[in-house]
């Protein structure tokens, strides 16, 4: 988090807690935020267009339309947050969270979205909110979020975001905050001028759960510089596109009085010009080759900055993938760095999450909660997963089970079972020989 979205609150006194929040807002960077508007808008690929016209004075956009290039950013935050590419083993009391699961709602892709969005950010924060109509847990991510510090603590004591306005047309906020030191955990709105309300009924202004919704993931950078480039890309290339318009050139008549009204032409149109005068069509020098290796150059170098090798239409060989791996080896080296760190992400929004479980429908989950993340995979040449699965069945450490799932991950239980019986032989007789592979499943 910045500095200037942390406030510090002198003790938990309700009152004290009451003028920190009405004194905060006074103090809010709107340009920050109008910034971090920005990195949203580009990795959603929205609005691009506002942001590139705004390059083009005049009429110079009646050409030709704008071009905008945000998915640019969303491609970048998908190649360097590479932990949620495959959904996540979660695992509560040593086994398989299957239960844990069955309360959550798009857990997995709200992860990676929110993965993706905190290292193009710097910060995001996720919170937990139960539907009661489903009976589970959704997640909303909140881009711009202020932090609430007890005084000389490290930790959040509470939270507050913007949900939009009110009747009046006040901007609006929500406020979160837990039990701590005998003090109970408060949740109520208040408005731009300090003003507080109750919320959902909740008269007290009480947290209903005591602990926070809201867990966060916090990188000590942000990628800014990725969005900056996805918008002069954009400028770019609409650049290119109307330095391709006008070379089809501009009409020049010489020798025609500059009273005479003007002369429409067309391919349906007969050119008639005065004795004397004469048409011809002249184009400005361009390169358009060099504009658009320009604009490679700079994606390459935006990149390189992050460990990130991205190809940009470039042809020739397609990169094995044992290329690839060596290619990306700082990216695979940043990856296991953000290992510890979303670690404690999943072990903060499972407690939330449990309690939320607990208070909505009285069920507790175990304490006990561990993450294993997926490897990276790379794309292998047959012949070389070929060998691979082979080394691994002749040596015990797969089975027929884990070499189907290796070719059908999605495939259910039942239907893993149903398929392996079907490929048992229904007779003992000889058979044709078959690869080592097929002979495994069929060995049970």
Known sequence: MKYYDMVTIPDLGSKAVFESIKNAEDIVLKEEYKRRQMGLDFYYNRD?????????????????????????????????????????KRFVGGELAEEYLTYTYHLNSS???????????GTIHIKSVWN?????????????VR????????????????????????REFVFWSEARDGEPGMHFLYDINGRIYPINGNSEMVNPYQLNPISRIMFPYD?????????????????????????????????????????????????SLPEGSSMSF???????????????ELLNVTGQNHALSIRWGEQGQIPSGQALKILNMENLESRESDIPMFQDFEEERYMIDRRLIEVHTGRVLDE???VDFSESDYPEEWPVQKDRLQFMLDNGLMDKKELYREFNPDITDEELEQRLEELEPEVEEPQAPTSPLVSALQRG
Do not use: C
């Open 48 to 88: 691009i267009e506002d942001y590139v016209k705004d390059y083009f004075p005049g009429t110079s956009l009646s050409q030709i339309p704008p071009l905008p290039l945000g998915k640019i950013v969303s491609r970048f935050s998908r190649a360097r947050m590479m932990l949620y590419k495959a959904p996540a």
């Open 111 to 121: 992860s990676r979205i929110a993965s993706e969005l905190a290292w193009l950010l």
């Open 132 to 144: 009661e109509r489903k009976q589970k847990i959704e997640y909303h991510i909140l881009p711009n």
């Open 147 to 170: 932090e609430y510090y007890y005084e000389g603590e490290m930790e959040p004591y509470g939270y507050s975001y913007e949900r939009g306005k009110n009747a009046k047309g006040d």
């Open 223 to 271: 990628a800014m510089d990725v969005t900056m480039a996805a918008l002069h890309s954009s400028i770019a290339f609409t650049e290119v596109m109307l330095a391709t318009r006008y070379q089809m050139g501009s009409p020049v008549i010489t020798g025609i009085d500059q009273e005479v009204p003007n002369l429409k032409w067309g391919v349906d149109r007969l050119i």
């Open 282 to 296: 002249v184009a400005p020098p361009s390169n358009i080759n060099q504009m658009i290796a320009g604009i490679k």
């Open 368 to 370: 006990s909660f561990a």
